[in-house]
């Protein structure tokens, strides 16, 4: 494994989880206040799909060349897009 993967894999162990624990929180929040599940779960998606593309974004500059980087970043954009189906598609 090469330091640029090392080092991406170090960042996205420290980062990923505070994020996740945010994101969880409002998923939690919304099935409190009694949304419908879908709605709750396409919110929750667009919220932590945005949030880890944002944690991709600052990163980019130092990592745009690594292969495992770009499938990420296209990962998190297919969960906003998902989140954004739910939204629109859900019942």
């Known amino acids: ?12 162990m420290f980062t990923v989880p505070h994020v996740t624990v945010l994101a969880g929180a409002l998923l939690g929040l919304l099935m409190i206040m009694g949304v419908q599940v879908n709605t709750a779960l396409g919110i929750f998606a667009v919220f932590y799909g945005f949030m880890l593309f944002v944690l991709g974004l600052v990163i980019g500059p130092h990592f745009s060349k690594v292969l495992w980087y770009r499938l990420m970043m296209v990962f998190f ?11 629109l598609y859900g019942e």
Not at 1 to 12: A, C, I, N, S, T
Not at 77 to 87: D, E, N, P, R
Request: charged share 25%; proline share 0%; no cysteine.
């Open 1 to 12: 494994m090469d330091e640029d993967l090392k080092v991406l894999r170090d960042y996205l």
């Open 77 to 87: 954009a297919f969960l906003m897009l998902l989140g954004v189906v739910l939204l």
